[in-house]
């Protein structure tokens, strides 16, 4: 075997032991459903970092992680609307919306008045 071989099943290794313990943890905490929820709850947090921190071991744990520090680092040099842009946008969006709502509404009653006068219903 060569060694990319090797290093690839070590990954894969990693990474199935990962969700292993979270299945493991997920059994636990019904198995134990006669223990206080809170200590139930904490041992699941616990085994939540072991799986993370085993995970973040195998290539697509730090793929992962990688994509995540990206993220964040993008986040900041987006540029957020001030709270009175947002207010105005707001208003906006709701008078539209009221005017296009009273427009179906009235367009609406047309073609239902259309209609009974067709039919001789009004």
Known sequence: MTET???QKSSNTYLILSIGVLIAGMVLFYY???IRLFYRVLGMIAVLILSGFIGYQSDFGKLVYSYVT???VELKKVTWPTKQETTQ????VIVVVIIVG????LFDM????AIGTL???A
């Open 5 to 7: 071989n090797i290093e």
């Open 32 to 34: 134990f459903s006669d």
């Open 70 to 72: 990206d993220s964040k």
């Open 89 to 92: 946008t707001t208003l906006g």
């Open 102 to 105: 009273i427009l179906l509404w």
């Open 110 to 113: 047309l073609l239902g008045w």
């Open 119 to 121: 039919y001789g219903v």
